[in-house]
């Protein structure tokens, strides 16, 4: 390949990753809203109570959310094996539109009675569907049309759009919190942010009719004819074993130093919510610059060198840090321990697309990726905050602190018997 041909498909390749990245970030956006603006609207769904009582519900409908996550990966998932990655990537942006519309226009509590939290939660139904299907069309997609040589560096823009999402979301809170007063944030405010959502999921349907398909996709559409079923799955149980075992301490560990730590700073470091706006965006801002620098780094020396750096640092290092974060009430100090677990989980957000990719062949791949994740995530990830706030509640907080570390432990242990997907990966196979 010439020099001139080789600059021209590396374009190509930054043009589909753009492409791809911008729908991710939306759908995250719509996702993490939820998580960003529940400490105001938890009042509006549930009756009155004391406000651990109404975020333990909206916690709870959070978690119900991710039990949807496994069927989005199993349904879309399949959809992407069968009719390429472009069709699943627009289908699931389009049920996170409706998603966010109807939390947008759902009455308060005290207009429709239970209706509201019912209307909460199929919302939160149709967008686990979607970003279950999301994250496993994306991470194949990021994957497939990355060049060989940079496929850590180009497939951790999923986790750096990913977090673009929440800091997006954590960029419209802080905007609203300068022109709106607290009681006008509780009473109509937050719902601003999921018009906000809805519009620019919509617009992203539209750009993401005009994607690239991948050449992967387009190869085996002619070479397989068992594509994104069960039976093929099955051919694949060790790999379906390893995504768990590779995303049970990651999923933990991101949901607690991400959508938890907001909550916990307000709730329990006791610092005001404003300012915990500000001390997230700056150390999510911080996180996502890492992700490509720790993409390219797996690039020259290994998934796995990555993964246990996590898994050991993870295990370590989770219960001094948050014991720290709940006895401390000034923002700088809590700003550096809540950038200190997000440096230690970037050995894991940064890759693990990729190394999940690695693992299956391309007629099973979105599905291989999709399923086993998103029901682990289901299972632990989405449950982190209601068991956090659970042991809260229960008055014995810390013992959360282990119960993350010992997650982390479990996927250290994985982490230690894999192989190097970077080496004779699945993708050179198609």
Known sequence: ?????????????????????????????????????????AAAFFPKGDQTAQLLNTAAVFAVGFLMRPLGGWLLGRYADRHGRRAALTLSVTLMAFGSLIIALTPSYATIGVAAPVLLVLARLLQGLSVGGEYATSATYLSEVASPAKRGFYSSFQYVTLTAGQLVALGVQIVLQQFLTKPEMSSWGWRIAFVIGATGAIIVMWLRRGMDESESFEKQQQESSDKGTFKALLKHPKECLLVVGLTLGGTVAFYTYTTYLQKFMVNTSKIDAATVSWINFAALLVFVVLQPIAGALSDRIGRRPLLLGFGVLGTLATVPLLSML???????????????????????TSINAIVKAELFPTNIRALGVGLPYALTVAIFGGTAEYVALW?????????????????????LLVYGFMRETSKDSVLDKG
């Open 1 to 41: 390949m010439t020099v001139v041909a080789e600059k021209r498909a590396e374009r190509r390749v930054v043009a589909n990753v753009l492409r791809g990245s911008v729908g991710n970030l939306i759908e995250w956006y719509d996702w993490y809203a939820y998580t960003a603006f529940s400490i105001y609207f």
């Open 326 to 348: 709940a006895r401390t009430s000034e923002a700088f100090p809590a700003f550096l321990l809540m950038l200190g677990g997000l440096v230690i989980v970037t050995g894991y």
């Open 391 to 411: 042991f809260k509640q229960a008055g014995h907080e810390s013992v959360f602190f282990y119960y993350v570390a010992g997650c982390v432990l479990i996927s």
